[in-house]
């Protein structure tokens, strides 16, 4: 489905080796991304024989799992973790059948994980949207360069429902304000502030909120104090499910919900009020 790899990501099996000390037949661990895979087969190559022998991985997109391996027919149980957040809408609907042609023909039994919108960023949207599951999310973010790559600190962050299946991977970069020494003919701004050619493509109201948050005495303080710094705004769509939502859309595309659940950000079962992760675990008969 012409997607390309995605970089800066963590994960690396460790569920399908689980599967596999679990005593399951054989099992198939898929990403996209050639160094989660590389990670993967480095934890594979640590294990007992008795148990690598069990463990394949396939480096492709889920949409091309057919092109690479035979396994019409013959998943039992697919694990999605954290995944099906980074697929647009067609995406999703392209997914599920293809979950039910690679199931074996007694059917399977599936758990899927994404990211949640119980985000306090995002919950009030819900709770008067709770069908939606795209959020159009402007961010932006002050950068003491002196003192990290990573930013110092988020100034704002604007959430709307989003109506178009955009895609969750792609983004948007705006550099609003930089503030480096030396000459500008060198590249730097004299040590003063300087508002970039980027701030034209941010609308007034996001302009008002920006200069507005930046009124707060402890990022005035880091305005003031920073040498090397910058104002970035990062605009993309993200998906990011409630448990309800995301069975429902799972049940659309012809699968059996069992149960819903919520998890903490390492993965354990949770009743934390905004967890960052939901999940679903579902069936498909055939
Ligand atoms: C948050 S990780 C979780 C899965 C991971 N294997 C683990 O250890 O749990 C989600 C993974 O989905 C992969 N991914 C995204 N789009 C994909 C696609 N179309 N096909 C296969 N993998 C994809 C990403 O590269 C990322 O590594």
Redesign the pocket.
Known sequence: ?G?S??PR?R??????ILLAFAGAKYVY?????LN?VKK?EAIKATLPPSVSCRLKSLN????DILENENLESAIGFFYC???VH??KDEEVAALCPLLKRLSTPDGSDMIFTTNSSYNPSYVNLVLNNPTATRFRTTTCFFYDFDKSRKPTAQIFCDVSVCNEDLDPLSFEKLYLLSKLPGEPKDGGTNGKWRVNPDARKLDSRLMSMFNEKKKNPELDLLFKSAKKAGIEILINTSRCYTRQNLANLLETHGLMIDTTFVLSANGHITNEMYPPHVGVIAKYLK
């Open positions: 489905m997607r790899p995605q990501l994960c690396s099996g460790e569920n399908a661990m898929n990403d996209i991304e989660e993967f492709c997109s889920v949409f973790r954290n995944f980074f697929l």
